[in-house]
């Protein structure tokens, strides 16, 4: 007997209409005998109940009785099956956007996770359960299941992670909530031999108005930077980062601007007076 979304239980007139009705015939009884149903319990037969309980099987007995005294029995049994998944109208936001801007790694209190529950309407409070897809440096993909083994992993700035409730009423039934959260490495490079002082001085000859990127390139230093939660993640160790835009001013006069690699601005030549890189 499969039960309406809104019922928990199933009352006795539509189990009772659902079995319909039993006779047995007589050899001395010139009328047939009536069917009268009972309820097996591991105490005897009782009468039918008011409502019939979900997620249970239950057996019918059904009793005959002729002039005489004389009886006999079968059984019928039957199901009552909850056909409605709980509840997921509270499920969040499925996407979390999370800022790392301290460190590169956060805990698994550091994700702040809600704790999910749903009350649902047969079955009362059910707790969901959290499974996940946590990315780990070199790409790995763990799974975790359990407390233990959430909070015993690190989450690393720039990836993004999967999580999911799974909750379970007393029939088996799931419905689930899920949230991708994203870390966003909002940790910015850190640059090495960046330091004051490297500045130098070109002196060009006499009658030359322009220098060329060859002539100075000897005295530019150009920094290198390291973004390390990238090398983190990557799991590749620490490699530099080509600058993405570099920018020439003469006499604080924007000259050129190249992003991407773009070396454009090694061609155009670097007239007389100050030149800053950026």
Not at 77 to 89: G, M, R
Not at 106 to 124: H, Y
């Amino acid at each position: 007997f499969y039960l309406a979304p809104t019922e928990c239980n199933a009352p006795k007139d539509s189990i009772m209409a659902r079995l319909g009705e039993h006779t047995a015939k007589d050899n001395c009884d010139p009328e047939p005998i009536k069917g009268i149903p009972y309820m097996a319990t591991e105490d005897g037969r009782v009468a039918i109940p008011a409502a019939f309980n979900k997620d249970t099987t239950y057996t019918v007995v059904w009793v005959f009785t002729d002039a005489a005294g004389n009886e006999t029995t079968c059984e019928q049994k039957f199901a009552v099956i909850d056909t409605t998944v709980p509840n997921n109208n509270i499920c969040p936001d499925p996407v979390k956007n999370i800022d790392a801007k301290v460190k590169c790694t956060l805990t698994f209190e550091d994700l702040d996770l809600p704790e999910l529950t749903i009350n649902d309407l047969c079955d009362g409070l059910l707790v969901g359960k959290l499974t996940g897809e946590v990315q780990q440096p070199g790409g790995t993909i763990v799974y975790p299941a359990t407390d233990e083994e959430f909070k015993a992993l690190q989450y690393y700035a720039g990836t993004e992670n999967n999580f999911t409730w799974t909750f379970t009423d007393h029939a088996g039934l799931t419905s689930t909530c899920e949230m991708k959260v994203i870390i966003n490495d909002s940790i910015p490079p850190v640059i090495n031999n960046c330091e004051t002082g490297n500045d130098a001085t070109y002196e060009m000859s006499e009658g030359v108005c322009y220098a060329k990127w060859e002539d100075i390139s000897k005295l530019i230093v150009i920094p290198l930077a390291y973004d390390e939660c990238e090398e983190l993640i990557d799991g590749n160790g620490s490699s530099p980062l080509d600058p993405f835009e570099i920018r020439r001013y003469h006499n604080d006069t924007l000259v050129t601007i190249s992003r991407d690699g773009d070396e454009a601005w090694k061609a155009d030549p670097f007239p007389r007076g100050t030149t800053r890189f950026v």
